[in-house]
């Protein structure tokens, strides 16, 4: 991953780099070019004094009136004592050489030479300092330089903040309500990780929106048709003349469809307590094998009507877990084994415990799925295209999930239709 900051410290370092090196060269370059310049027009200069005192009548006061350029001025030095120089210096002078003079960067260069027994000094007009020399040079470089950065930088800047100008436009879209957008996205920095997590924020959103819709829908068609059935017999049972057996028929669909809905309705409230809790919170140690034997003898009544059989291999296991939740699972893996099985067949029952998991498999010899139901079997509300012939909800194999889920285990299915299905659930012996 390209880090933005990396990207803005590497940008930075370079315009700083740029900016130093340039400020650089035109300090040194400039001010030796100038200080040579300048060491150059004061020795012409003084060359032109010796040569008009050799040449001419002229006294110093008049040579010294004519040499003065607009950049130069010539005087007549009082005091040579009260000059900044050294003893050899001064030597150099008296020996008739021209001596030039700067000493640092920030004075400005003076040549002084011997005229008779007068020192003349040439320097640059008070008015005229090397630093406005350099700064008239440059000013023109520097303003081109301040311009270009920084209309470098405003170009940056917008290519930085246009991503997120991006998004934030597309977050008030999410808080209207409208979870189709997506931000497009190209870099592979923090603000392209941004833009990546809020497409995925919103594809989320979009989803659990369409789930709750789904979930009002199924639930109200869930509840519609007993209410409706209720409704119609105890309608039935109002208006009167109708025999015994009759009304006898009505009463019994009336108590099987209110049975219905009241277990219809607890496995939603199960469903919702479950989706809301985020660990097993009672845990305690009890025999596995025994719950599972508990649970088949609880279905004695649906198991015996259609004449089923068991055959039965547990491991003697001792769990530790919440016990209620993992009797709903076995109640509803087998209710489901039960209901969906050929009269007079089989059901197998295998128990084993390794060192770290117990596995169980309930196989039926029953109507079997298909591979089209086999991927939504443990969708809320679903049911097979086959078991709509029976009594369910499509609750069951949802509850069972999450309990598994929060178990820390898990459940698959292997099924042939028309043949039987297995079901295998897993459990850690630990969580
Ligand atoms: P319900 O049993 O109330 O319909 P479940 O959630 O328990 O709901 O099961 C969902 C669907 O999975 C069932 O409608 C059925 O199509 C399929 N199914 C579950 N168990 C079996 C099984 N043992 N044999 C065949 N199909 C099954």
Same mark, same amino acid.
């Given at each position: 991953?390209?880090?933005?900051?990396?990207?803005?410290?590497?940008?930075?370092?370079?315009?700083?780099?740029?900016?130093?090196?340039?400020?650089?060269?035109?300090?040194?370059?400039?001010?030796?070019?100038?200080?040579?310049?300048?060491?150059?027009?004061?020795?012409?200069?003084?060359?032109?004094?010796?040569?008009?005192?050799?040449?001419?009548?002229?006294?110093?006061?008049?040579?010294?009136?004519?040499?003065?350029?607009?950049?130069?001025?010539?005087?007549?030095?009082?005091?040579?004592?009260?000059?900044?120089?050294? $003893?050899?210096?001064?030597?150099?002078?008296?020996?008739?050489?021209?001596?030039?003079? =700067?000493?640092?960067?920030?004075?400005?260069?003076?040549?002084?030479?011997?005229?008779?027994?007068?020192?003349?000094?040439? =320097?640059?007009?008070?008015?005229?300092?090397?630093?406005?020399?350099?700064?008239?040079?440059?000013?023109?470089?520097?303003?081109?330089?301040?311009?270009?950065?920084?209309?470098?930088?405003?170009?940056?800047?917008?290519?930085?903040?246009?991503?997120?100008?991006?998004?934030?436009?597309?977050?008030?879209?999410?808080?209207?309500?409208?979870?189709?957008?997506?931000?497009?996205?190209?870099?592979?920095?923090?603000?392209?990780?941004?833009?990546?997590?809020?497409?995925?924020?919103?594809?989320?959103?979009?989803?659990?929106?369409?789930?709750?819709?789904?979930?009002?829908?199924?639930?109200?068609?869930?509840?519609?048709?007993?209410?409706?059935?209720?409704?119609?017999?105890?309608?039935?049972?109002?208006?009167?003349?109708?025999?015994?057996?009759?009304?006898?028929?009505?009463?019994?669909?009336?108590?099987?469809?209110?049975?219905?809905?009241?277990?219809?309705?607890?496995?939603?409230?199960?469903? =919702?307590?479950?989706?809301?809790?985020?660990?097993?919170?009672?845990?305690?140690?009890?025999?596995?094998?025994?719950?599972?034997?508990?649970?088949?003898?609880?279905?004695?009544?649906?198991?015996?009507?259609?004449?089923?059989?068991?055959?039965?291999?547990?491991?003697?296991?001792?769990?530790?877990?919440?016990?209620?939740?993992?009797?709903?699972?076995?109640?509803?893996?087998?209710?489901?084994?039960?209901?969906?099985?050929?009269?007079?067949?089989?059901?197998?029952?295998?128990?084993?415990?390794?060192?770290?998991?117990? $596995?169980?498999?309930?196989?039926?010899?029953?109507?079997?799925?298909?591979?089209?139901?086999?991927?939504?079997?443990?969708? $809320?509300?679903?049911?097979?295209?086959?078991?709509?012939?029976?009594?369910?909800?499509?609750?069951?194999?949802?509850?069972?999930?999450?309990?598994?889920?929060?178990?820390?285990?898990?459940?698959?299915?292997?099924?042939?239709?028309?043949?039987?299905?297995?079901?295998?659930? $897993?459990?850690?012996?630990?969580?």
């Amino acid at each position: 991953m390209k880090r933005i900051t990396v990207k803005l410290a590497l940008f930075f370092i370079f315009l700083i780099c740029i900016s130093s090196a340039l400020s650089f060269f035109v300090s040194t370059l400039f001010t030796h070019n100038i200080e040579n310049e300048m060491k150059l027009n004061q020795e012409v200069i003084a060359i032109s004094i010796l040569g008009l005192e050799q040449k001419t009548d002229l006294s110093i006061e008049e040579i010294v009136n004519i040499i003065p350029t607009s950049m130069y001025d010539v005087r007549r030095i009082e005091d040579i004592g009260l000059m900044e120089i050294t $003893k050899e210096e001064l030597e150099k002078i008296q020996n008739h050489e021209i001596l030039f003079m =700067s000493h640092s960067r920030f004075r400005d260069p003076t040549t002084i030479l011997m005229l008779g027994d007068d020192y003349i000094q040439i =320097s640059l007009h008070p008015h005229n300092t090397i630093f406005k020399i350099v700064a008239s040079r440059v000013w023109f470089s520097l303003f081109l330089y301040v311009v270009i950065g920084a209309l470098l930088i405003i170009l940056l800047a917008k290519r930085v903040v246009k991503p997120i100008l991006k998004l934030t436009s597309a977050t008030q879209e999410v808080a209207k309500g409208n979870f189709d957008i997506q931000v497009e996205n190209k870099s592979y920095d923090e603000i392209g990780q941004l833009t990546k997590n809020f497409n995925k924020m919103t594809r989320e959103l979009k989803n659990i929106e369409y789930l709750r819709k789904d979930f009002i829908t199924n639930v109200s068609h869930e509840f519609k048709t007993p209410i409706a059935s209720i409704q119609g017999f105890a309608k039935l049972l109002q208006k009167g003349n109708l025999s015994e057996e009759e009304k006898q028929e009505y009463t019994n669909i009336i108590v099987e469809e209110t049975a219905r809905l009241s277990n219809l309705s607890s496995n939603i409230l199960k469903l =919702s307590k479950l989706e809301n809790q985020e660990k097993v919170e009672k845990k305690i140690a009890f025999s596995l094998d025994e719950q599972i034997r508990k649970s088949i003898l609880l279905l004695e009544h649906q198991w015996s009507k259609k004449n089923i059989e068991f055959d039965i291999e547990l491991d003697k296991v001792q769990y530790q877990g919440d016990e209620e939740l993992l009797q709903q699972v076995w109640m509803n893996l087998l209710g489901n084994a039960i209901k969906f099985s050929n009269s007079n067949s089989i059901i197998d029952i295998r128990l084993n415990q390794t060192a770290t998991t117990v $596995k169980v498999k309930i196989t039926d010899h029953g109507i079997g799925m298909s591979e089209k139901t086999m991927v939504r079997i443990f969708e $809320k509300f679903y049911q097979g295209d086959k078991a709509h012939s029976y009594e369910g909800s499509g609750l069951g194999l949802s509850l069972v999930k999450r309990i598994l889920d929060l178990c820390g285990g898990n459940v698959y299915v292997e099924s042939k239709l028309n043949e039987g299905s297995t079901f295998t659930v $897993k459990l850690p012996l630990q969580y």
